[in-house]
């Protein structure tokens, strides 16, 4: 079932949703930032799918659940009371980042629980009924984008957003396009789909035909494929203004090498955008809430519906933000090192 399940003991355990990279990214941080901290504390990670490879491609061991990256909820409970079954000791501390099936697991080991989030829905949804099991949640956004469901009030600790440190700044643009081969007059926007294959939220046909309109040259379009390679390179792979990727883990140098970025209303991505100041324009079909309540609260984001955005509407979304210079988004930022606080905080209260 699970890969390579640690043989030493850890006493703090991050679990990782594995839907996308924007729960394990944001954990690495943590977590450093938490070694220092708790110098010395044992700390292991656990995900799966998208995470998991996230987890490896920076140097991480990881448990490595075998999951496809949207599970169902029972499933995973089994596989985490098979894992925590598997774990002696057991950790003191479990932290979960969105995976909620890990909550009824560690309650019934009697392993203490926090939950990183930075969304809630509808307070009878089952999923936020089984929050009333975490000892405590950290909510990594600000306060006021969703109601607070009234049986968490005291156990919601709101410590803005969880952007990670950045290795490039848009300082370092010219540095940044000399190591990815790209004029250094060029302009350059970078398409970042997230878990969003383009079989669940098909944009290509929209984003070519904007991309012919636009009048900017010379021009380079980064489009980070991801599962969609193959498929797309038929079509634009040979094109020179197009710089098709399968992956790129250096995503900072990718952001600051580009005026503007597109999502299909990822929000990590989106409020990584407006930390480094890079416009943003969010694409989406309304299937995901959280995203797409979340990205309409960045001023220097453009939200799009995919289903009535038009190439032409999308071309003077693409001028208008490559045009603008939104100033870096420092004041909802800091959640990283609250977080780690809060963790920290967490752990000393547990008993010995």
Request: proline fraction near 7%.
């Amino acid at each position: 079932m699970e890969d390579g399940v640690t043989s030493q003991p850890v006493e703090i355990l991050f679990v990782s949703r594995g839907r996308g990279r924007g729960h394990a990214v944001p954990d690495m941080a943590i977590a450093k930032e938490l070694g220092t901290l708790l110098p010395g504390v044992r700390m292991g990670f656990v995900s799966y799918a998208a995470g998991a490879d996230s987890y490896r491609a920076c140097g991480y061991n990881v448990t490595d659940l075998r999951k496809p990256d949207n599970p169902s909820f029972s499933e995973m409970v089994t596989t985490f009371g098979r894992l925590f079954g598997k774990m002696e000791p057991l950790p003191q501390l479990v932290v979960s980042h969105e995976e909620f099936s890990v909550l009824p697991a560690a309650e019934i080991f009697g392993v203490p629980c926090v939950f990183i989030t930075d969304f809630f829905t509808d307070p009878s949804n089952t999923s936020m009924e089984i929050l009333k099991y975490a000892r405590e949640i950290v909510f990594t956004a600000e306060q006021g984008l969703y109601t607070e469901p009234p049986y968490l009030h005291g156990k919601v600790h709101y410590v803005g957003r969880a952007v990670r440190p950045f290795e490039y700044t848009l300082a370092d643009r010219h540095r940044a396009r000399v190591e990815l081969d790209i004029p250094v007059d060029a302009t350059v926007v970078f398409l970042q789909p997230g878990g969003w294959i383009e079989q669940r939220l098909p944009i290509a046909d929209l984003l070519i035909a904007a991309w012919d309109l636009l009048a900017y040259r010379p021009k380079r379009l980064i489009w980070l494929a991801g599962r969609d390679y193959d498929g797309l390179y038929s079509r634009i792979g040979k094109r020179t203004d197009v710089i098709l990727l399968r992956e790129d883990w250096n995503m900072d140098r990718l952001m600051a090498a580009s005026n503007l970025l597109i999502t299909k209303a990822n929000r990590l991505t989106v409020y990584e955008a407006a930390a480094l100041g890079l416009p943003s324009i969010s694409i989406s079909s309304l299937l995901n809430w959280p995203d797409d309540v979340a990205v309409l609260h960045v001023p220097s984001n453009a939200a799009l519906v995919a289903e009535t955005t038009s190439p032409e509407l999308l071309v003077k979304a693409l001028a208008h933000g490559i045009d603008s210079q939104p100033r870096p988004a420092r004041e909802v930022s800091g959640g990283v090192h609250g977080a780690a606080q809060r963790l920290a905080h967490c752990f000393d209260q547990m008993p010995v």
